[in-house]
């Protein structure tokens, strides 16, 4: 199984999704994200998915999940760089991804989360 | 052999009197059409014909029949293209009948062979009916597809606002195409915020306002975010007497309010200087 690699950079974590993701590994970047949110204190979480294609019902859950346990540690997740046609099809799946901010590009996730601070 | 040789005298009768029954033929047309084609441009047209129809009746050229129908298919796209009515188009054919009763009716012995001639021109009437049906409804699917391209463009308002002027009825064609356009948009242009005229959108129900959250929904996944404008007073009554919910949803009455709720947004600021 391949691991999603966090990067923390001063008080925000990067995440950037370069594989076509699995169930098992969005649930063990779930896990990882909640360890180093707990262990960094970072107030910021920006996952990149330019890269991510293809996208089902579940893996747009847990990114609204990942959300949720981010804001328990009084973190804001942005989530940057999403494809048209991902956009669409979480539409189409009725998902709107409350609670997760979003942003074109991770330059724009930065200053949204750092206007916010 | 007895009826090939039976049509093979009416077509001799037929080919000697080509001028006549030409004339009389291209007078019959001309009047069906009522001046939309120049006599001059329906005699040719009939010659070639007419020549394509004796060559067939006489049997002596088997290609000739095929050579018929394709001049017809032809003559009849180029009719339903022109928008000559169904019956214009194909009075055309059948008022060879007229024109070549008119030489034999008072040859009692030619009565069997005009008959057998009168069901080839029917088929052919009925050849040329189902062309140009398929023509029309050829015109009508090109025309949607240009209606479809013309009728959603983006427009770059500022730097960071994009708009989209919707026209006509939104189907869910319709908002499938703006979608993709406004989000390959967004993601070119690097806006962050959209305004969804709705000026030209004759009415909004539930199906409608369903298709505009939607693509409003999807601007956000981009993070952009959508201003709804446009809003005619009409539109503001039925919106409110179906109980639909434009959420958190910023609307505005014109655009130029939607230009200055976003440049606000953005924290730009336009006035006198």
Avoid at chain 2, 249 to 254: E, G, L, M, R, V
Wanted: negative net charge; charged residues 25%; glycine residues 6%.
């Amino acid at each position: 199984m391949e691991r999603v690699p966090i990067l923390k950079i001063s008080s925000t974590l990067f995440v950037s999704i370069q594989i076509d993701l699995q169930d098992e590994s969005v649930m063990r970047l779930q896990e990882d994200l909640a360890d180093e949110l707990a262990a960094t204190g970072a107030r910021g979480v920006i996952i990149d998915i330019t890269a991510v294609e293809i996208v089902d019902s579940f893996i747009g859950r847990m990114l609204t999940m990942i959300g949720s346990i981010s804001r328990l540690f009084d973190a804001e997740t942005v989530l940057v760089g999403m494809r048209p046609a991902v956009a669409i099809t979480l539409t189409e799946l009725g998902l709107s991804l409350r609670g997760v901010r979003t942003a074109l590009n991770a330059e724009k996730g930065l200053e949204l989360l750092n206007g916010k601070s | 052999m007895d009826v090939d040789s039976r049509q093979g005298r009416m077509a001799a009768i037929m080919r000697d009197h080509q001028d006549k029954v030409v004339s009389r033929w291209s007078e019959l047309v001309v009047a069906g059409v009522r001046g939309r084609s120049s006599a001059v441009e329906v005699r040719r047209e009939l010659e070639d014909l007419y020549s394509l129809v004796t060559r067939a009746m006489s049997g002596a050229d088997p290609q000739a029949a095929g050579e018929l129908r394709a001049a017809l298919t032809e003559l009849s796209r180029s009719r339903a293209r022109n928008g000559f009515t169904p019956s214009e188009t194909v009075l055309g054919v059948f008022a060879l009948k007229d024109a070549v009763y008119e030489l034999v009716a008072d040859d009692a012995e030619l009565i069997p062979e005009f008959l057998a001639f009168a069901r080839m021109i029917d088929d052919l009437g009925l050849h040329t009916f189902e062309i140009y049906a398929a023509a029309r409804e050829r015109i009508i699917a090109d025309q949607a597809v240009a209606m479809l391209e013309l009728s959603t463009p983006v427009i770059r308002l500022w730097d960071g606002i994009i708009a989209v002027p919707l026209v006509g009825i939104l189907d869910s064609a319709r908002t499938q195409l703006v979608m993709e356009k406004l989000l390959d948009t967004l993601v070119a242009t690097g806006a962050d915020h959209a305004v969804l005229d709705i000026t030209g959108v004759p009415t909004v129900d539930t199906e409608v306002a369903q298709h505009l959250l939607k693509t409003v929904n999807a601007a956000r996944l981009l993070g952009a975010e959508c201003i709804v404008s446009g809003i005619r007073p009409q539109v503001a009554q039925t919106i409110v007497s179906l109980g639909i919910e434009f959420g958190d949803i910023a609307t505005k009455a014109t655009l130029a309010d939607a230009l200055a709720h976003a440049l606000s947004r953005t924290g730009q600021k336009v006035g006198p200087a």
